[in-house]
């Protein structure tokens, strides 16, 4: 796992249930579809943190409904629901929509994500960015407006190929004795 996850204002972790694949319960893979929406949104900065999590079933075991974006698997496709929080404050998820696919369910999300990142402001966390721009223009956004929708996902797409997957790595990987001022006496020398 990359340094960072765990305090960047960025995505956090998805949290995920078992899902089809081990229990009898599940409706759908959740664990895969988990893995692949951190793939997708992994490494992307938000205005703060971002926290999912996908429950394979209405059972909920991943807690699905108290993240910033939560997914529950049911028969006939993913229940994509937003706004929700368990920290200081303590709130229920809100029905975004409803899609039959993965793929449905990945833009949908890639399209919110960036919608909050583009409307936002620093440190403003996804439940309270909600409660101020209403449910209902989020869904307009992107729900409704198909057009709007991939647009907004391309524009996350385009962010996430330029930036650096791990900005951490290559400072693990100095010398212990490594000091800033090293390297800008090097390029002076140079
Ligand atoms: S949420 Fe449903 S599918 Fe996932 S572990 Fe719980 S019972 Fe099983």
Excluded at 137 to 150: F, H, I, P
Excluded at 156 to 170: H, I, T
Aim: with cysteine; net charge neutral.
């Amino acid at each position: 796992m990359v340094s960072g996850h765990a305090y960047s204002k960025g995505l956090r972790t998805v949290k995920t249930c078992v899902g089809s694949e081990f229990c009898r319960f599940g409706t759908q893979d959740s664990t895969g579809l988990g893995i692949k929406l951190e793939k997708l949104l992994w490494g992307s900065w938000t205005p703060a943190k971002v926290k999912l999590a996908v429950s394979g079933c209405p059972r909920n075991c991943a807690e699905a409904t108290c993240k910033d974006v939560g997914v529950v698997c049911v028969d006939s496709g993913y229940q994509i629901s937003v706004a929700g929080a368990a920290g200081m404050d303590v709130k229920e998820t809100e029905l975004l929509c409803t899609v039959a696919t993965e793929e449905e369910a990945m833009e949908v999300i890639a399209a919110f994500v960036q919608l909050y990142r583009e409307n936002s402001r620093y440190l403003h966390r996804i439940y309270k960015w909600v409660a101020k721009v209403g449910l209902d223009w989020c869904k307009a956004q992107v729900v409704a407006d198909l057009e709007n929708r991939r647009a907004l996902a391309d524009r996350f797409e385009l962010s996430q190929s330029v930036y650096r997957r791990d900005p951490w790595a290559e400072h693990a990987q100095r010398p212990a004795d490594w000091a800033p001022m090293m390297d800008l006496t090097r390029e002076a020398a140079e």
